[in-house]
Structure formats: structure tokens, C-alpha cells
């Protein structure tokens, strides 16, 4: 039993080393939050980034990034949904970031483990599956958080769309540009939907077509309304036609998208809030009702 708690005690040890060495590297600013503040029009993601691959991720943890890779597989999902999220960071480096979520479920688990032998309650076999299980709990948990990221990014973006539509439509129907409209809305709002015409107004002033940049936009957002918005102001652009009221009309679909599925929820809700009522107060109400008269006839029955 001794050999056993200095080993899970050595391997607390090494996982906490990795994890404060880790969070010591990490907490350096990268070179990228030094200089992009610096330059004009370059939108920065939501995220950060972890160092880049060298001497400040070692080669164990590259190792452990990329069986995790081998084991998981989907990192065309992955990189999409990073994207989707706003995130800054190659396959990778999410890897990596499992890896350490999964030290982090390794070091917990080997404490209460330490703690147990400590105690004399509990077996080195099972403290050990106990340990590989928060591994893979660990890992699991940082790919059900970047879904989680993707979600209520999207949530956000749909929020501050009808409100960015309405502003372009008002801007081009004053008489501007697609372009300029744009550039006058990116730099009066913030937000998610903001960042996200920032970039595309930084990919036309560095070259690259109108129209490209914003069937760019519509193919690496994950909402249907943010695809049409941006195939409908290329397709504007393209050939001329009117955007002020497609900018509308889109701006109302939302609107009654959101009062929609307001309804649902307050209907889904309205059931929640039956179920205390139901199993709480009336099964109360009913036993301060009838307990007097049963009582009643206990005593006339005596």
C-alpha cells in the first residue's frame, strides 16, 4: 500500500508541475497581443491563442495532443467549430487544451484517491481506473465546452443581428455604399456579429473582392439567417439590386424567429413551474384540508 501511495503520489506531483508550468507559459502575453493592437482593421478573436509550438509546449505534451488526435479523430469538426466560436487556435492547440483539462481530472482524481489510502478506505485498482476515468472526463469536457462556446456565441450573434440590419438598411437607404454602410455600422456597435463585418471589412481593404469576403462570411458562420444575410449583400453587390428592404425583411424574420421561440420557451417553462405546485403545495393543501376531519373521526371512533 506504501508503494502504491508514492506512486499515485509522484504522479500528483508530475501533474501539477505540467499544469503550473503550463499556466506560467500561458499567462505570457504572445507576441500577437503586443503587436495587433498596433494595426488597424485587424479584428481580434475571441479566445487568445496558446504559444506557438517550440520550446513553449513540450514535446509531451505535443505527443499526448496528438494521441488524443489519433484516438478522437474529427478535426475537420473541430477546426469548424472553432471557427464558429470565435476562437483563434489550430486543432492542435485544442488538443493540447484537452490534454490539460485531462491532467487537471488526473490530478483531482489521484488527490481523493491519496486521500482515501490516507483514510484506509479503498483499493490502488480501483483508485486508479478512478484516475483514468477523470482523464477521459477531463477531455470530454473541453469538447462539450467548445460546443457550449459555439452555442451561445450563435445566441449572441442573433441577438445583435436584426439591430446591425436595420442599421445597414437605414445607411444604404440614405444612399451609401454597401461598403461604407458597413464600415459607419462596424464603427458605431460591438459584439459578436460586429467582430465578425470587421473581419470582412478587413479582408476588402486588403485586396480581397466584396463579394468573396462575404460568401467567406457565409460559409464559416453555423446560422442559416447570417448565411442568407451575407449571400444577399453579395448578391446586392453583384448585380445591383436593392438591399435597404431585403436588410428588413431579414430584420423582421428574426425578430419573429426570437418572439417564437420566446413563446416555446415560456411555454415549456409554464410546465416546470406546475411541478412544485403539483407535488408540493397541493399535496399540503390537501393534507391541512382532511387532517382535521380524520382527526375528527379518530376521536369520535375512541
Given at each position: 500500500?506504501?508503494?502504491?501511495?508514492?506512486?499515485?503520489?509522484?504522479?500528483?506531483?508530475?501533474?501539477?508541475?505540467?499544469?503550473?508550468?503550463?499556466?506560467?507559459?500561458?499567462?505570457?502575453?504572445?507576441?500577437?497581443?503586443?503587436?495587433?493592437?498596433?494595426?488597424?482593421?485587424?479584428?481580434?478573436?475571441?479566445?487568445?491563442?496558446?504559444?506557438?509550438?517550440?520550446?513553449?509546449?513540450?514535446?509531451?505534451?505535443?505527443r499526448a495532443a496528438q494521441l488524443v488526435e489519433?484516438?478522437?479523430?474529427?478535426?475537420?469538426?473541430?477546426?469548424?467549430?472553432?471557427?464558429?466560436?470565435?476562437?483563434?487556435?489550430?486543432?492542435?492547440?485544442?488538443?493540447?487544451?484537452?490534454?490539460?483539462?485531462?491532467?487537471?481530472?488526473?490530478?483531482?482524481?489521484?488527490?481523493?484517491?491519496?486521500?482515501?489510502?490516507?483514510?484506509?478506505?479503498?483499493?490502488?485498482?480501483?483508485?486508479?481506473?478512478?484516475?483514468?476515468?477523470?482523464?477521459?472526463?477531463?477531455?470530454?469536457?473541453?469538447?462539450?465546452?467548445?460546443?457550449?462556446?459555439?452555442?451561445?456565441?450563435?445566441?449572441?450573434?442573433?441577438?445583435?443581428?436584426?439591430?446591425?440590419?436595420?442599421?445597414?438598411?437605414?445607411?444604404?437607404?440614405?444612399?451609401?455604399?454597401?461598403?461604407?454602410?458597413?464600415?459607419?455600422?462596424?464603427?458605431?456597435?460591438?459584439?459578436?456579429?460586429?467582430?465578425?463585418?470587421?473581419?470582412v471589412l478587413a479582408e476588402i481593404r486588403t485586396?480581397?473582392?466584396?463579394?468573396?469576403?462575404?460568401?467567406?462570411?457565409?460559409?464559416?458562420?453555423?446560422?442559416?439567417?447570417?448565411?442568407r444575410f451575407a449571400a444577399g449583400i453579395a448578391?446586392?453587390?453583384?448585380?445591383?439590386?436593392?438591399?435597404?428592404?431585403?436588410?428588413?425583411?431579414?430584420?423582421?424574420?428574426?425578430?419573429?424567429?426570437?418572439?417564437?421561440?420566446?413563446?416555446?420557451?415560456?411555454?415549456?417553462?409554464?410546465?416546470?413551474?406546475?411541478?412544485?405546485?403539483?407535488?408540493?403545495?397541493?399535496?399540503?393543501?390537501?393534507?391541512?384540508?382532511?387532517?382535521?376531519?380524520?382527526?375528527?373521526?379518530?376521536?369520535?371512533?375512541?
Amino acid at each position: 500500500m506504501s508503494a502504491w501511495g508514492a506512486l499515485l503520489g509522484g504522479l500528483v506531483g508530475a501533474g501539477l508541475l505540467t499544469v503550473a508550468a503550463r499556466v506560467r507559459a500561458i499567462r505570457r502575453p504572445p507576441l500577437a497581443d503586443r503587436v495587433l493592437p498596433w494595426l488597424r482593421d485587424l479584428p481580434t478573436a475571441a479566445g487568445g491563442s496558446l504559444p506557438a509550438e517550440g520550446g513553449l509546449v513540450s514535446a509531451g505534451l505535443r505527443r499526448a495532443a496528438q494521441l488524443v488526435e489519433q484516438t478522437l479523430g474529427g478535426a475537420t469538426s473541430v477546426r469548424r467549430r472553432l471557427e464558429r466560436a470565435g476562437i483563434d487556435r489550430s486543432v492542435q492547440e485544442f488538443r493540447i487544451e484537452q490534454v490539460l483539462w485531462g491532467l487537471g481530472g488526473f490530478a483531482i482524481a489521484a488527490l481523493w484517491g491519496l486521500l482515501r489510502a490516507g483514510a484506509g478506505a479503498g483499493s490502488a485498482v480501483a483508485s486508479l481506473i478512478f484516475c483514468g476515468t477523470a482523464v477521459a472526463l477531463g477531455v470530454v469536457a473541453r469538447d462539450n465546452r467548445l460546443t457550449g462556446q459555439v452555442r451561445a456565441r450563435e445566441r449572441r450573434m442573433l441577438v445583435e443581428f436584426p439591430t446591425i440590419a436595420e442599421l445597414l438598411a437605414l445607411a444604404v437607404g440614405a444612399g451609401e455604399s454597401p461598403v461604407v454602410a458597413l464600415e459607419r455600422v462596424v464603427a458605431r456597435s460591438g459584439g459578436e456579429l460586429s467582430r465578425e463585418l470587421a473581419r470582412v471589412l478587413a479582408e476588402i481593404r486588403t485586396g480581397t473582392p466584396v463579394a468573396q469576403a462575404f460568401d467567406a462570411l457565409a460559409a464559416r458562420t453555423g446560422l442559416a439567417v447570417v448565411a442568407r444575410f451575407a449571400a444577399g449583400i453579395a448578391v446586392a453587390i453583384e448585380r445591383g439590386t436593392p438591399l435597404a428592404d431585403v436588410l428588413h425583411a431579414q430584420a423582421a424574420d428574426v425578430r419573429e424567429a426570437g418572439r417564437r421561440e420566446l413563446i416555446e420557451v415560456a411555454a415549456r417553462k409554464e410546465v416546470l413551474m406546475m411541478v412544485p405546485v403539483v407535488f408540493l403545495i397541493l399535496p399540503t393543501t390537501v393534507v391541512f384540508a382532511f387532517y382535521p376531519g380524520l382527526l375528527g373521526l379518530h376521536l369520535v371512533a375512541s
